[in-house]
């Protein structure tokens, strides 16, 4: 049978990865802002449109990037969490374990308290770990649906990037296409990390 432990370390260490992956592509995304902020403004009067939707870019790039750092932080501490929370089943696994083979001692009952405590140190982190699987599995779902704005963001861009004539038309198309290809991207490395998320329930 495979350990739970390594099986839970691999999995936060593939959730970092990806959030990893996730961060990267949102540094490019602002920089995609900045390059369409340029292009708006050479354009004129008629990119006037488009120029508050690159304020929305980076706003999307900021929150993917910082979403990504929460992310990681909850993940490392979950991880702690579940090394304590390892030992502590470890340990009930053990009591249980020795109450069987010395069920007829006359003093197995001296072990009695030491169990009450170890049993309730491990609700509580049982409690505490299944909090912090909610807390990242709510982060996740979060960044997930903000990215659902940048669909609606590509569309409007590209109707903007219509109004500013053929000069421009181009390279503001191809920001609205970037915006979209980089969410898709990072929707997918947070898809992935949900299930892997899942694994640890």
Do not use: W
Not at 52 to 65: G, H, M, Q, S, V
Request: aromatic letters at 6%.
């Amino acid at each position: 049978m495979s350990d739970p432990t390594t099986n839970y370390f691999v999995s936060v260490a593939e959730i970092a990865a990806k959030l990893d992956q996730a961060t990267h592509i949102a540094q490019q995304l602002s920089l995609t802002a900045s390059n369409a902020r340029a292009v708006a403004l050479r354009a004129g009067e008629r990119a006037a449109g488009f120029r508050p939707l690159t304020d929305f870019i980076d706003r999307l790039a900021e929150i993917t990037i910082s979403s990504s750092k929460k992310i990681n932080l909850l993940a490392s501490t979950l991880s702690r969490t579940s090394a304590d929370k390892v030992r502590a089943d470890n340990a009930i696994e053990h009591f249980h374990d020795v109450y069987v083979r010395a069920k007829d001692s006359p003093f197995i009952h001296s072990l009695d308290a030491q169990f009450d405590l170890c049993e309730a140190a491990q609700q509580k982190l049982n409690t505490k770990y299944r909090r912090q699987i909610d807390q990242l599995s709510d982060e996740l779902s979060m960044l997930s649906n903000e990215l659902r704005n940048a669909v609606i963001l590509a569309t409007l861009s590209r109707v903007e990037a219509s109004q500013a004539g053929v000069q421009y038309q181009e390279a503001l198309i191809n920001v609205a296409n970037n915006v979209e290809g980089a969410a898709g991207k990072i929707k997918n490395h947070i898809h992935y990390s949900q299930q892997m998320v899942s694994t640890l329930e």
